[in-house]
């Protein structure tokens, strides 16, 4: 492999080196390696973070093709202002979901997509002979009704439901208090509630698979 | 804790107690336990999370293309690349002493063709352009 030349006196990074030591590192010491120009370093974020934003960054955008340029700007944002970084003022997690949500929402304005509280559209799909949708229709259509919601509804059921982060670290990211942030699950929650029915999704089906789950804290 | 804030709690959450919040957990369940309708109270909730853990399950995997995360891992190399004052071509790059007398040529170049009243453009500034050639710089990501 042909060794890359700096004319401006930059340091050449080691390749392949000290992946012992970032292993073993918090991410915020990572980070204030990579403000050091440690590209090691930036690679191990990297590795720790680009696959689960890039989950996140699908689900929230609805496009898997969007999520991956999102996460490919976020990572530039992560290397150019490494050097900002304050150590003890933010967890690097929480700064990075909050870098990929605004990316997702800037993107989702830019495109013009609107969500409204209006009434879903009746689809085209019908149940078949038995009343139940088959399973591959059931999970596009639950896609159907989370992509939906409100871009802030949505963003606080990933953030607490798929991303399980706590209330404190979804608002923060959210730039909300708690309470707000509750105000908005719960909205989203009563939304996709009233989605699924009008999507004719079994009530029942989804009901007794939830007695399942709580059952175990009675 | 009370009727109405375990009522927030399992609007806002769920039915799934793991889900509500940590300093709040036991007083809603002891709260919850004093609900003569408590399951009318879960139900609701508890068919949302069905299918939230339904959708969570189905959009787990998520497959990157090849070269994503190479891409990213890249991202030091092509912003150092782009802040140079001089670019230098990729073929040019494994040759460090023709790098940098190409950089030193292709700045005589700029300089003398500057000074010297001519139309057209030196022989230096002729041979910086041709060793500068085409830049191949990758975005990030590809």
């Known amino acids: ?218 | 804790m009370n009727r109405k804030r375990l009522i927030t709690i399992i609007d806002s959450y769920g039915a799934d107690a793991a889900r509500w919040p940590e300093a709040e957990r036991a007083a809603a369940l002891a709260e919850l336990s004093r609900q003569p309708d408590a399951e009318a109270l879960l139900a609701p909730a508890g068919s949302v999370d069905a299918a939230l853990t339904r959708l969570k399950a189905e959009t787990a995997d998520m497959a990157l293309p090849p070269g994503f995360m190479a891409g990213l891992r890249s991202v030091p190399v092509t912003v150092r690349q782009r802040r140079g004052w001089i670019e230098v071509p990729d073929w040019l790059k494994a040759w460090p002493q023709l790098s940098s007398l190409a950089a030193a040529m292709m700045l005589a170049g700029f300089v003398v063709g500057t000074v010297l009243p001519t139309e057209q453009p030196t022989v230096e500034i002729e041979m910086g352009l041709a060793l500068y050639g085409t830049s191949s710089n990758s975005e990030v990501g590809s």
């Open chain 1, 1 to 218: 492999m042909a060794r890359l030349m700096y004319l401006k006196g930059d340091m050449p990074y080691a390749q392949g080196s000290g992946a012992a030591r970032g292993e073993e590192a918090t991410d915020e010491a990572l980070y204030e390696r990579v403000a050091g120009g440690d590209a090691q370093a930036y690679r191990t974020l990297v590795d720790r973070h680009a696959g689960p934003q890039a989950r996140y960054a699908r689900r929230l955008l609805g496009n898997a093709d969007d999520a991956q340029e999102v996460v490919q700007e976020a990572f530039l944002r992560v290397w150019r202002e490494a050097g900002r970084w304050q150590a003890g003022q933010a967890r690097f997690s929480t700064w990075l979901y909050k870098v990929v949500t605004n990316l997702c929402i800037d993107r989702k304005r830019r495109w013009r997509v609107l969500f409204t509280d209006a009434p879903p559209e009746e689809t085209d799909d019908a149940p078949g002979a038995d009343g139940q949708m088959m399973a591959a229709e059931q999970a596009a259509a639950l896609q159907d009704c989370l992509q939906e919601l409100a871009p802030r509804q949505k963003t606080a059921i990933l953030l607490c439901y798929f991303e399980e982060l706590s209330n404190r670290e979804a608002a923060e990211i959210m730039g909300l208090t708690v309470e707000a942030l509750e105000s908005l699950l719960t909205r989203g929650r009563q939304r996709l509630r009233g989605l699924l029915a009008g999507r004719g999704i079994d009530k029942t089906d989804w009901y007794n698979e939830s007695q399942e789950t709580h059952h175990h804290y009675r």
